[in-house]
């Protein structure tokens, strides 16, 4: 769990997916539209990606797939993401992480 906190520190927004999941996808591509620019980890793809699933898991993610981190706090999967976009928190949530200039 190390290596999640010291990986979601260095970024904004950090999403942690699966290039074959589509929620992942559908996060990613909302985020980005709002130009967010997240740093994505397709666990499939990175070396070390089962144990960094275990470990998102561990944390509490259910699926492990995507986990959503702004700010360096964990805001959920593609379910609390899509609550908060729908609620009107999201923007300012990135913009007080400092993923949206505007």
Not at 19 to 45: I, Q, R
Not at 60 to 89: D, Q, R, T
């Amino acid at each position: 769990m190390e290596m999640i906190t010291k990986m979601v520190l260095e970024r904004p927004v950090v999403i942690y997916s699966k290039s074959s999941c589509c929620m992942s996808h559908t996060v990613k591509t909302l985020l980005c539209d709002f130009g967010a620019n997240p740093a994505v980890y397709e666990l499939d793809e990175v070396s070390r990606g089962r144990e960094i699933e275990q470990a998102l898991l561990r944390l509490g993610c259910s699926p492990a797939v995507p986990a959503v981190f702004i700010g360096g706090e964990l805001v959920g999967g593609a379910n609390e993401v899509m609550s908060l976009h729908l609620n009107g928190s999201l923007i300012p949530m990135l913009k007080q992480a400092g993923a949206l200039w505007v």
